[in-house]
């Protein structure tokens, strides 16, 4: 009997294959992993990551325009735009962290000692 495009022995299939995987002993009780520690992050590679990212979006933009301006008929214009947004949030946010770091930075200088 099909019932809106699916056989129902197919449901029965799919029913009887989650019951097996729910009596298994290791579905059960979890394995116990062990955690590693935390990979320290250099805060200046993280940061030069960060801004190489945001020149990369804007370059790629930047690109794709140029290509769209002399005629190439693989570049979409709605990929241009896309792609001129995708920069620009990258800059914006990159914008904000820097003025956070700004702000954070004069916080510290105005705390006394």
């Known amino acids: 009997m099909r019932t809106g495009g699916i056989d129902s022995s197919q449901i029965q299939a799919m029913i009887a294959q989650l019951r097996a995987a729910a ?64 920069a620009s949030i990258n800059f914006q946010a990159t914008v904000q962290v820097r003025n956070k770091l700004v702000q954070a930075y004069s916080d510290i200088m105005n705390m006394q000692v």
Do not use: C, W, Y
């Not at 590693?36 to 030069?48: E, I, R």
């Open 23 to 86: 009596t298994r002993p290791e579905a059960a009780v979890p394995a116990i992993q062990t955690e590693q520690p935390a990979a320290k992050v250099d805060f200046s590679n993280a940061l030069k990551g960060a801004l190489d990212s945001v020149a990369e979006s804007q370059n790629k933009a930047e690109a794709l325009s140029k290509r769209f301006q002399m005629g190439d008929d693989s570049v979409n214009l709605s990929d241009v735009m896309i792609s001129m947004q995708k």
